[in-house]
Protein backbone atom coordinates (compact mmCIF):
# COMPACT_ATOMS: atom_id res chain seq x y z
CA UNK A 1 0.00 0.00 0.00
CA UNK A 2 1.50 3.50 -1.15
CA UNK A 3 0.53 6.33 0.93
CA UNK A 4 0.63 9.58 -1.40
CA UNK A 5 0.12 13.16 -0.77
CA UNK A 6 -1.67 15.19 -3.73
CA UNK A 7 -2.97 18.87 -3.82
CA UNK A 8 -0.88 20.40 -1.76
CA UNK A 9 2.23 22.63 -1.19
CA UNK A 10 5.13 20.71 -0.14
CA UNK A 11 7.89 23.40 0.22
CA UNK A 12 8.75 26.91 -1.06
CA UNK A 13 11.89 28.17 -2.05
CA UNK A 14 12.28 31.95 -1.54
CA UNK A 15 15.16 34.75 -1.41
CA UNK A 16 13.32 35.91 2.11
CA UNK A 17 11.47 33.70 4.79
CA UNK A 18 9.47 36.17 5.92
CA UNK A 19 7.98 36.33 2.77
CA UNK A 20 6.35 32.48 3.64
CA UNK A 21 4.54 31.07 6.02
CA UNK A 22 2.73 27.62 7.05
CA UNK A 23 5.11 25.88 5.11
CA UNK A 24 8.93 24.31 4.58
CA UNK A 25 10.96 26.91 3.32
CA UNK A 26 14.34 27.00 2.33
CA UNK A 27 16.19 30.23 1.73
CA UNK A 28 18.56 30.64 -1.04
CA UNK A 29 19.70 34.34 -1.85
CA UNK A 30 20.67 34.34 -5.62
CA UNK A 31 17.75 33.71 -8.23
CA UNK A 32 19.61 30.75 -9.95
CA UNK A 33 20.66 29.15 -7.14
CA UNK A 34 17.03 28.94 -6.25
CA UNK A 35 15.83 27.74 -9.72
CA UNK A 36 18.06 25.14 -9.44
CA UNK A 37 16.79 24.14 -5.38
CA UNK A 38 13.16 24.14 -7.00
CA UNK A 39 13.95 22.17 -9.59
CA UNK A 40 15.79 19.99 -7.57
CA UNK A 41 12.93 19.39 -5.47
CA UNK A 42 10.57 18.98 -7.67
CA UNK A 43 12.30 15.82 -9.06
CA UNK A 44 12.97 13.80 -5.70
CA UNK A 45 9.41 14.83 -4.53
CA UNK A 46 7.82 14.22 -8.23
CA UNK A 47 6.00 17.64 -7.65
CA UNK A 48 5.57 20.62 -9.91
CA UNK A 49 7.53 24.10 -8.93
CA UNK A 50 5.65 27.72 -9.46
CA UNK A 51 6.99 31.17 -9.45
CA UNK A 52 5.04 33.51 -7.33
CA UNK A 53 7.43 36.36 -8.34
CA UNK A 54 8.88 38.19 -5.92
CA UNK A 55 11.27 35.69 -5.11
CA UNK A 56 9.00 32.87 -3.79
CA UNK A 57 8.76 29.79 -5.39
CA UNK A 58 6.37 27.01 -4.39
CA UNK A 59 6.33 22.93 -4.71
CA UNK A 60 3.39 21.52 -5.22
CA UNK A 61 2.09 18.03 -5.74
CA UNK A 62 -1.29 18.02 -7.83
Same mark, same amino acid.
Do not use: N, W, Y
Given at each position: ? !? /???? %?? /? ?6 ? %? @???? $??? @?????? !?? @? =?? !???? #???? /??? @???? $? #?? $? %?? #? /??? =??
Amino acid at each position: M !E /ITIS %GM /IICAVTDD %G @AKVK $DVP @AFIVKE !EA @A =RQ !EKAR #LLSR /ILK @AAVH $D #LG $D %GV #L /IVV =RH
